[in-house]
């Protein structure tokens, strides 16, 4: 008991003796721990309860406070404050937890968090290259044989 005591406040912390030798984790821990700056309500200029204080607590909310946020700030259910909001957004209950925080993430200001862009598939490039193709072997034969379309 008395070691366990006298050792207390000397034993670093796993995750310190982890950013002691590793400078990646070291980083990300610096980045998770960059304070959020809090957005008010338009009505009351309160703020959330539930608003992350840092990158960490924003990865860190859970389904139910997001849905408290959006509802708190005019997102959720739209009314006349909904877009007097500098970045409003399209709520619905319905989404899946991270298209939730990427929605609340882009509306108070988090960089990384648009709505991404949907990229084909080489299958789907490839189709939409052979409807072309047909497309225009249609319009050329229209041109040489008019009587024959």
Known sequence: MENQTHNRGKAPQLGERRAATNAA??????????????LVQLT??????????????????????????????????????????????????????????????RFIGLRGCETPLRVKSEDEILEDARQARVAEDDDAWRRKLPWFH
Not at 25 to 38: D, G, I, N, T, Y
Not at 62 to 74: G, I, K, M, R, S
């Open 44 to 105: 009351t200029g309160e703020v959330h309860p539930a608003f992350p204080g840092t990158l960490l607590n924003f990865w860190l909310l859970t389904d139910a406070q997001l849905e408290e946020l959006a509802h708190f700030y005019h997102q959720r259910t739209p009314c006349r404050w909904t877009l007097h909001y500098p970045c409003p957004i399209a709520w619905s209950s319905a989404m899946p937890l991270e298209e939730k925080r990427r929605l609340i993430g």
């Open 25 to 38: 984790f070291r980083e990300k821990l610096q980045q998770m721990a960059l304070p959020l700056a809090p």
